[in-house]
């Protein structure tokens, strides 16, 4: 496991892709990991991500970025890891482009727009070009909308699954096109392979506390053909430590665990807000 930013790897290359094949995380499909066990494993045994890796001989080895893509977008939030995955890519010698999305705004809660400056001091210090795109009221309709009738519908949506597919690698990667870059990259905690030509594999990130690669688990193809994730071989301690040591990161920031537009966690006082008629 590595222990070092310098472990990152960026061997390998990927293709845009064809049509969207059952995704598999390890060779498991996503539907076989609803509790985080691999159901080929023996029970107790870890995450399928080690159990499947060790599982599989001779199969690649993950890479969080093709060596082919020069321009890359990075999404970034001004937080420490879409900071340290734009950094990396810039230590790799590509040309980073940092783009930030408007996503919420209520101006009488915590859901601020202060990652919107966090972001552009960022880019600034990086030296990276920064473009700050409003999705407003593409993020209502197609994230927060479908979250709110959800919960009127008595379920428990996963808003950032659909996010991701949707506005990161939908919109965002749309973006990073038009800015005449080749991929996008993001700071979540998973891995990419190539296991056979034309076919783009998911797995799960080396940090088994912080793996992300659920989140992503809803990108077709031709998405995970466009992303780079310089993350997935790196554990959340290393990352942070080494923001932290180059300066990059205030020893103090605060690391979000709960939505972007419910940045307090309070599910019940924002659909009381979103809903006065009420659910």
């Known amino acids: 496991q590595p222990t070092a930013i310098s472990a990152m790897t960026t061997t390998g290359a990927r293709r845009a892709m064809g049509p969207m094949e059952p995704l598999s995380i390890d060779g498991v499909l996503s539907s076989d990991y609803p509790n985080g066990r691999c159901r080929t494993g023996p029970p107790g045994d870890a995450p399928c991500g080690r159990h499947c890796r060790n599982k599989a001989e001779g199969q690649p080895e993950s890479n969080g970025m093709a060596t082919e893509k020069r321009n890359v977008a990075v999404g970034l939030s001004g937080g420490t890891d879409s900071t340290m995955a734009a950094y990396l890519l810039r230590e790799r010698g590509l040309r980073v482009v940092g783009i930030t999305l408007r996503l919420w705004h209520e101006p009488s809660t915590r859901s601020s727009e202060a990652h919107l400056e966090r972001a552009a001091e960022v880019a600034r210090r990086l030296g990276i070009p920064h473009h700050i795109i409003d999705a407003r009221d593409v993020f209502r309709s197609t994230i927060v909308e479908p979250f709110i009738a959800a919960y009127r519908a008595g379920l428990t949506p996963s808003p950032c699954v659909r996010c991701n597919a949707r506005i990161k690698f939908g919109l965002m990667l749309e973006a ?104």
């Open 176 to 279: 990073a096109r038009a800015l005449g870059c080749e991929a996008l990259a993001t700071g979540h905690y998973a891995r990419l392979d190539e296991p056979e030509p034309g076919r783009c594999r998911l797995r799960r990130g080396v940090d088994p506390d912080k793996d992300q690669s659920y989140f992503l688990a809803h990108l077709s193809q031709d998405q995970l053909a466009h992303a780079v994730l310089p993350l997935g071989d790196l554990t959340k301690r290393v990352v942070a430590a080494e923001g932290r040591r180059l300066g990059l990161i205030p020893h103090r920031l605060e690391e979000s665990q709960d939505l972007c537009f419910i940045p307090d966690g309070d599910y019940v006082a924002f659909l009381r807000r979103q809903c006065p008629e009420g659910l």
